[in-house]
């Protein structure tokens, strides 16, 4: 390979994961604001799978590839960046904004009319160098590992500013987290038991054996959803009371019995659809319980890094199951598609 290129693991086209390949691209060239960071780890987020199953609107050109949680080390500057060294070890906001506009003023970034996200709009991690605007790196202190800090950007992110900023939880909130062993779901148990110090947590999955994973990391109760409907469990559970948030990352099905499982006035906060975008709904529900609905996208600037800074202190330990070579994608890709993964899976680069 020739030093003007470098390896991807990318697709041409979609459909399913087998259109992933290890590719040979151009190397890129950072812009005059941007930093080139020579990638040591990416985590696979579930916007990767759906990236190459259909995400055909968003895909700038192709071959595309994905990997929006990004740690690396700064390999170049472009030319009006001063505030960055070669050297530099940093993660990567992938959420990018225009910075001018209203929602961007009000530190609403993740609102921005000119919202974009790397892994969907823009070419990620899964590559050896990813051009980065300067103001979407961070650092990432001296003992602290780049292929577990990969781990957390979108995920953790995400997960903060859901509960924290969105749905606002309390010391004496009773919170539900339907989707809870992916990445998403295990910064959500982190940062609602250790940093928000919820009053009592709840969380769905679908086997004994994450079951008992989710006990571990801290949920009060959990209920596999494949043995017994969650909603009727959370209403004994709560002696017909309801939770006060129920965080649902996963759409389809679960949104009707995420409605019935909150108490009145409740807070339901939703940041994905990964069993579907379009379920049934309750209206009578809504206005009788009077229940709050939050829509959640990645995070502003500060609640990117306040969620990092909970991750570097080493209150919240991202769950890595497996770190795998680049050329290893399949099985990372794999795990997630079969939802066998508990919490990540990074793909690191030497
Ligand atoms: N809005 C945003 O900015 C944003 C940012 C990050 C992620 N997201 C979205 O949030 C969702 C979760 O992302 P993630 O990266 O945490 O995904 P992930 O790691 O793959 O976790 C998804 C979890 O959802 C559960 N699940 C329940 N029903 C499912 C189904 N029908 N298919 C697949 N999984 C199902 C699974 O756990 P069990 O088997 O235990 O139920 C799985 O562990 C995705 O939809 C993603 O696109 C949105
Ligand atoms: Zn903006």
């Known amino acids: 390979m020739s030093t003007d290129e470098m390896r991807a693991v990318g697709f041409h086209k979609h459909g399913g994961i087998d259109n992933l390949q290890l590719l040979s691209v151009p190397k890129p060239d ?55 060294t070669a050297g530099d070890r940093v993660v990567v906001n992938p959420a990018l904004s225009c910075d001018e506009c209203e929602f961007c003023l009000q530190g609403e970034q993740s609102m921005c009319a000119d919202y974009e996200v790397f892994g969907e709009h823009r070419k990620g991690g899964f590559a050896e160098y990813v051009p980065v605007p300067r103001e979407n790196l961070l650092s990432v202190p001296d003992d602290y590992d780049l292929r577990t800090a990969a781990a957390a950007p979108m995920a953790a992110g995400t997960a903060w500013r859901a509960l924290a900023d969105r749905a606002k939880v309390r010391p004496d909130d009773d919170v539900l987290l339907v989707g809870a062993t992916g990445g998403v779901g295990t910064y959500a148990v982190q940062y609602a038991t ?51 948030v129920v965080y649902n990352n996963v759409g389809g ?57 909970f991750i570097f202190d080493e209150t919240v330990e991202p769950v890595v199951q497996e770190r795998l070579p680049l050329e290893e994608y399949e099985r990372a890709f794999k795990l997630m598609d079969q939802r066998k993964l508990y919490g990540k899976v990074v793909l690191t680069q030497d």
């Open 30 to 84: 950072p812009g005059p604001e941007e930093v080139l960071v020579d990638v040591k780890a990416a985590a696979l987020n579930h916007q990767d799978l759906i990236a190459v199953r259909e995400l055909d609107h968003y895909i700038p050109d192709y071959p595309f590839w994905g990997g929006g949680g990004i740690a690396g080390v700064v390999a170049e500057c472009g030319e009006r960046v001063d505030d960055w």
């Open 194 to 244: 250790e940093v928000l110090n919820v009053q009592t947590l709840y969380g769905t999955t679908s086997s004994e054996e994450k079951a008992t994973f989710l006990r571990d990391l801290g949920v009060d109760h959990v209920i596999d959803y494949t043995e017994e409907d969650f909603d009727s469990r959370i209403w004994e559970l709560t002696d017909k009371r309801g939770v006060d």
């Open 253 to 309: 099905d679960t949104w009707v019995p995420s409605m019935r499982s909150l108490t009145h006035g409740g807070r339901l906060v939703l940041s994905g659809a990964t069993a579907g975008p379009n379920p049934a709904s309750e209206l009578r529900l809504m206005f009788v319980r009077q229940l709050e609905i939050y829509g959640s996208t990645t995070h502003s600037r500060t609640a990117f890094e306040t969620a990092m800074g």
